[in-house]
């Protein structure tokens, strides 16, 4: 776009605000990792499942973007304390009303088993459960994302679901070359104090994943996710195919639920 013409584009609150985003080298994989998720969650739902865990869930808006969708669901938001207690602030400063269908859990994952957190809730071990977890792994150790898949597929019953996101391994050899969107935003999480420290290696991931009790079902990269959801490139994105979205399922060989 010209000077001139985004100057002119940009007079208006909103299309500033929708500039900024789009500015922003995560905003492609925030959106399309959001419609993979809740395509998946919408399939889980007509399978049965009747619970929604948000694992990390930030500043998630899916309770607020999707009511009737949402009232479907027992929805339960997982955070570190003070993330929640902002998240909460705001609602009520926005005037959105809480509701019977969501649950906040504040826990320090870091000190706090998923499933200790959860026993605090009204939430049923016992029923087939929908986890999502995205935008956290790479920002964890390789220990700590594999004792949190462990503490996933020992807390719901066999059958449930988890989506996660975590980018491919070789991003931390010398070896790696990679493309300037997925650079982008490794410096810019890195600028604020957070750097990415650990993913997985794609080859190995259903692996290492049936040996936490779970089973891959799916794994799209960047470049095949944007390929399903902006085919013809009318949002413009900008895959990394470094960034990687996958899909599991709880087998019930680890944990308190695990098969006979």
């Given at each position: 776009?010209e000077?001139?013409?985004?100057?002119?584009?940009?007079?208006?609150?909103?299309?500033?605000?929708?500039?900024?985003?789009?500015?922003?080298?995560?905003?492609?994989?925030?959106?399309?990792?959001?419609?993979?998720?809740?395509?998946?969650?919408?399939?889980?739902?007509?399978?049965?499942?009747?619970?929604?865990?948000?694992?990390?869930?930030?500043?998630?808006?899916f309770?607020?973007?999707?009511?009737?969708?949402?009232?479907?669901?027992?929805?339960?938001?997982?955070?570190?304390?003070?993330?929640?207690?902002?998240?909460?602030q705001?609602?009520m400063?926005?005037?959105?009303?809480?509701?019977?269908?969501?649950?906040?859990?504040?826990?320090?994952?870091?000190?706090e088993e998923?499933?200790?957190?959860?026993a605090?809730?009204?939430?049923?071990?016992?029923?087939?459960?929908?986890?999502?977890?995205?935008?956290?792994?790479?920002y964890?150790?390789?220990?700590?994302?594999?004792?949190?898949?462990?503490?996933?597929?020992s807390?719901?019953?066999?059958?449930?679901?988890l989506?996660?996101?975590?980018?491919d391994?070789t991003?931390?050899?010398s070896?790696?070359?990679?493309?300037?969107?997925?650079?982008?935003?490794?410096?810019?999480?890195?600028?604020?104090?957070e750097?990415?420290?650990?993913?997985?290696?794609?080859?190995?991931?259903e692996e290492q994943?049936?040996?936490?009790?779970?089973?891959?079902?799916?794994?799209?990269n960047?470049?095949?996710?944007?390929?399903r959801?902006?085919?013809?490139?009318?949002?413009q994105f900008?895959?990394?195919?470094?960034?990687?979205?996958?899909?599991?399922?709880?087998?019930g060989?680890?944990?308190?639920?695990a098969?006979a």
């Open positions: 776009m000077p001139d013409a985004r100057a002119k584009a940009l007079r208006s609150s909103n299309a500033a605000f929708d500039y900024g985003l789009r500015a922003n080298a995560a905003y492609p994989d925030n959106i399309v990792r959001a419609r993979y998720t809740e395509d998946a969650l919408k399939a889980a739902v007509a399978r049965g499942v009747s619970q929604y865990v948000i694992i990390g869930a930030g500043f998630d808006s309770s607020c973007r999707r009511p009737a969708y949402a009232d479907q669901l027992n929805i339960y938001e997982v955070d570190h304390p003070a993330t929640q207690g902002l998240k909460r705001r609602l400063d926005c005037g959105v009303p809480s509701s019977e269908y969501l649950h906040f859990i504040s826990a320090d994952l870091s000190v998923l499933g200790d957190a959860l605090r809730s009204p939430f049923q071990p016992s029923e087939l459960t929908f986890f999502s977890w995205l935008g956290v792994t790479m964890l150790t390789r220990d700590s994302n594999l004792r949190t898949l462990r503490a996933i597929a807390c719901a019953a066999p059958g449930s679901e989506v996660f996101t975590y980018v391994e991003v931390f050899t070896a790696y070359v990679g493309t300037a969107s997925f650079h982008a935003l490794k410096a810019q999480v890195a600028a604020i104090g750097p990415f420290l650990s993913g997985f290696d794609p080859g190995t991931l994943l049936l040996g936490t009790g779970l089973q891959l079902l799916d794994d799209l960047g470049d095949q996710a944007v390929a959801y902006d085919e013809k490139g009318a949002n900008k895959s990394a195919a470094e960034a990687h979205i996958a899909r599991a399922s709880i087998v060989t680890s944990g308190p639920n098969a």
